[in-house]
């Protein structure tokens, strides 16, 4: 929290509940910051509001009028962290149900960009603000996990696109793209009990929240004047890329 005149005191933290949102929040309290931790579970946000100090409100990012009103209700917000994400990957795009695909996109970008929406006016009107998206690597790279890719790329492409139409507004925008990281990720995007455990299985040193964590205090850290665009991080042992082939049986053609 350095090199500014005007030294940021409100932050704004989505799926703070566990993972990557509730190191987060951890992280920007000890740093001195006013947090508002929203999720669902309102009792994991009870005891993170007992163990950091932080506001706790219980909501449902897709419930989108709600989630505008409660950062109107706010007042200036000056680090909002768009964490609350989520995966379907029960099945290929092929089989997924639409109400899954619906639920991913919700959740991943509309609830994003609606808070953005909901805090970025007092943002420029004050010249100081910013804007944290939790995308992906999935959103960078190919996966084999089309909805959840495409959902981070549409956060990537925010990030973007949003870092041009604020330009010489003060407000600055930061795309963090984790790639494996050990969370409760699977547990939600996985419903088949012996396919979880083997895809939460990776075998490696895996990145941790809190690791996540430090690369937003990074970001939002810096002089005013430097704005961290994107940053990539990955365990040492995992990488994206490459080509594959697999031949394809066309006997009954």
């Not at 009028?65 to 962290?81: T, Y």
């Amino acid at each position: 929290m350095t090199g500014s005149k005007h030294e940021p005191q409100v932050a704004l933290v989505t799926g703070a509940s566990s993972g990557i949102g509730a190191a987060t929040a951890t992280r920007l309290r000890a740093a001195g910051y006013t947090v508002h931790a929203l999720a669902r579970r309102a009792d994991r946000l009870e005891a993170l509001a007992s163990n950091t100090g932080c506001v706790p409100h219980v909501l449902d990012v897709r419930e989108h009028q709600q989630l505008v009103e409660l950062a109107e209700s706010i007042g200036p917000v000056d680090v909002l962290v768009n964490n609350a994400g989520l995966a379907r990957m029960d099945a290929r795009l092929a089989d997924t149900p639409i109400e899954d695909l619906v639920t991913t996109v919700d959740t991943n970008v509309t609830a994003a960009m609606v808070a953005a929406r909901a805090v970025l006016p007092a943002m420029i009107e004050r010249k100081r603000g910013h804007i944290v998206n939790i995308g992906s690597m999935a959103g960078l790279y190919p996966v084999a996990a089309a909805s959840y890719g495409a959902s981070k790329g549409a956060v990537h492409l925010l990030s973007l696109n949003l870092r041009l139409e604020l330009t010489g507004t003060g407000v600055r925008v930061t795309e963090i793209n984790p790639g494996r990281v050990s969370t409760e990720f699977y547990d939600v995007a996985v419903t088949d009990p012996e396919r979880r455990s083997t895809l939460k299985d990776s075998g490696v040193d895996e990145v941790t929240a809190d690791e996540v964590a430090d690369a937003i205090m990074y970001a939002v850290s810096v002089p005013r004047h430097v704005n961290i665009n994107r940053i990539e991080l990955q365990p040492t042992e995992q990488t994206y890329g490459g080509s594959q082939f697999d031949q394809v049986d066309w006997s009954d053609q």
